[in-house]
């Protein structure tokens, strides 16, 4: 770790959807590092394709990052509207920024205009498939004189703007998660930094802002491994600080494919839609290619120091939603009241006084993982109950109607006390254990199933009580 400079990790989304489970690790795990460093972390959009990026999106990603407890210490929310384009946190706002850095690479002959078209460089690269050779730019513009260039211009063509590869170069770098990696220049083709239609290209404004913006490391995805020799001989042209890079093992399925839309909710939207905390999903994705010394539940702040660059795994991580699950019932048990209230409030009726409801999510949290696993204890507490199903009706009607004529009884004199009712409803009945409090659960809640009967039967009206017992009384 380099000693001098402050620690400063960044994520860098570009806005073009939903943020999804991958992404969002490498944000926390970025800024767990910056955290546990002591440094900053910061939010930087890549925004150049303009075509692909959308304000919704960028709105989205910052609401998802700040409803999981990731704020950032700068980004885009924060900037002035007439701040000049160096301390912007948008790349589409960078745009002089970038014009800056194409003129020095051009300057220095780093850099040239390519007015290669599309078809000509997918034919180029056939031939070489086809001769056997990994297929990279064959060079065609490299050499083109001052004069060449201005003749095409002045025709109205439009050129990108290739990098000129060092010849003979070996790149080595540390990747903190993967270890030593080597890369011979000569296997890189000069690659384009500027599009024909003036957009910076991605390795570009991703280097230079990196090295503008002072960071020092990055955490980013193993996709990202093979642009990374290509970035640093980028900003060693420009005499740019790189900063040091760790890749991060791909996010797969619990069947080993790629994590996407067919494993279920893969973005931080449909979850939290689907009532999954936040707290929950934090504590998931800090074990996802990371194994921590400690396997039980961590708030978010103590995540810092339990993460460690050396626990970081180079094999694919399975995201499972199981695990997921079962993080989410340590979060419910965990949440208190006021926070259960919140979750479960749309499913609530607006007329329960709060002591009721207080009460009934305090007895519900154990068997609900997502709000909707709430609607039928609603049902039984503040509304009506469904028709039993087969299995349900039989062992009603298998207690018998002198069975329930007696629980109605004891239910009109000892109210909701469940230790008196069924005590007389024992004597009267002969009944004891299952065959006593069953019928009486399924009568009262329509399931065999669910929170401690004598609680429950404290929050059912004992109007709804007598109904339901005398349903089978007769
Ligand atoms: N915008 C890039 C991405 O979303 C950033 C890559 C990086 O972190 O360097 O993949």
Not at 61 to 66: F, G, I, K
Not at 296 to 316: D, S, T, V
Not at 341 to 355: H, M, S, V, Y
Request: aromatic share 8%; charged share 20%; glycine share 8%.
């Amino acid at each position: 770790m380099r000693m001098s400079a402050p620690a400063v990790t960044r994520f860098a989304p570009s806005p073009t959807g939903a943020l999804h489970l991958g992404n969002v690790r490498t944000a926390l795990f970025n800024f767990l590092l910056a955290r546990r460093l002591g440094g900053k972390w910061l939010l930087r959009i890549e925004d150049t394709d303009l075509e692909r990026s959308s304000e919704a999106h960028l709105q989205g990603l910052m609401q998802d990052l700040r409803w999981l407890g990731l704020g950032w210490d700068a980004g885009p929310d924060a900037v002035d509207a007439q701040a000049g384009p160096r301390a912007q946190f948008r790349q589409s706002l960078r745009g002089p920024v970038y014009v800056e850095f194409f003129a020095r690479l051009q300057a220095q002959g780093l850099a040239y205009p390519c007015f290669c078209s599309a078809l000509e460089l997918e034919l180029s690269r056939k031939a070489q498939l086809a001769a056997g050779r990994p297929p990279r730019y064959a060079g065609t513009c490299r050499e083109l004189s001052a004069a060449a260039v201005q003749a095409r211009v002045a025709q109205g063509a439009r050129p990108a703007l290739r990098f000129r590869v060092p010849v003979g170069r070996e790149l080595v770098f540390e990747d903190f998660v993967r270890g030593p990696q080597r890369f011979a220049s000569n296997d890189i083709g000069d690659f384009i930094i500027r599009r024909a239609d003036g957009a910076a290209a991605f390795f570009f404004c991703n280097a230079v802002d990196d090295a503008l913006m002072g960071v020092t490391e990055v955490l980013r995805g193993e996709d990202h491994l093979t642009n990374t020799p290509r970035q640093i001989m980028l900003l060693q042209a420009l005499d740019l600080q790189a900063p040091r890079y760790g890749h991060l093992s791909l996010l797969t399925g619990d069947d080993g494919a790629p994590l996407s839309k067919r494993h279920g909710s893969v973005s931080v939207r449909e979850l939290r839609e689907r009532g999954f905390m936040p707290q929950a999903i934090v504590n998931q994705l800090f074990r996802l290619g990371h194994a921590p010394e400690q396997e039980g539940w961590l708030e978010l702040a103590q995540m810092p120091q339990q993460f460690h660059l050396q626990r970081l795994g180079r094999a694919p991580a399975r995201f499972d939603e199981t695990q997921l699950v079962h993080w989410q019932k340590e979060a419910v048990a965990r949440a208190d009241v006021p926070m259960l209230l919140q979750w479960l409030q749309p499913l609530l009726p607006a007329t329960a006084d709060t002591e009721h409801r207080r009460a009934f999510v305090e007895l519900v949290r154990a068997n609900v993982v997502v709000p909707e696993d709430a609607r039928p204890w609603v049902d039984v507490v503040f509304g009506e109950l469904p028709p039993p199903g087969d299995a349900e009706r039989q062992l009603l009607a298998e207690a018998g109607q002198a069975f329930f004529v007696a629980a109605a009884a004891a239910a009109r004199t000892h109210g909701a006390d469940l230790k008196q009712l069924t005590a007389e409803l024992r004597s009267a009945t002969g009944r004891k254990g299952a065959a006593l409090y069953m019928p009486l659960r399924v009568a009262l809640t329509g399931r065999a199933h669910g929170p401690e009967l004598a609680p429950l039967l404290q929050l059912i009206p004992p109007a709804a009580v007598q109904r339901r017992l005398e349903a089978w009384a007769h």
